[in-house]
């Protein structure tokens, strides 16, 4: 049975440039972590830090076995460290910003 299809440019440069019109907003910074990095810490799982005004941090931890939410605080401190080294790692947001409009353009040539 041939493996499924992850769709093709067009699909790619739709999200590219959904990417890049997020991105685009004051809300919202992305940041792009090179390939080449030593940073390894955040590739052992996604997580989600959720900051709200009348409750404590809380933290959602994704795995491909199981998926956690919890407000312990040595928990959420950890997670925090880890997202911070990653930003140390991460180019800027305007940077970040022009390689995925740069991307974007790449697939569009291809469509």
């Known amino acids: 049975m041939p493996a499924p299809r992850i769709e ?3 699909v790619m440069y739709e999200q590219l ?3 890049a019109t997020v991105a685009d907003q004051q809300n919202v910074k992305v940041q792009i972590v090179p390939h080449d990095t030593c940073c390894t810490t955040g590739l ?8 709200l005004p009348d409750a404590p941090t809380a933290v959602s931890i994704e795995s491909a076995g199981e998926g956690e939410v919890s407000a312990d605080h040595h928990l959420v401190t950890a997670v925090w460290d880890r997202y ?3 930003r140390a790692e991460a180019h800027r947001p305007g940077q970040s910003l022009e390689m995925i409009k740069e991307a974007r ?3 569009k040539q291809q469509t």
């Open 17 to 19: 440039d959904h990417l």
């Open 84 to 86: 911070d080294r990653i």
């Open 8 to 10: 093709g440019p067009e």
């Open 105 to 107: 353009d790449q697939w």
């Open 44 to 51: 052992m799982s996604g997580f989600v830090l959720a900051q």
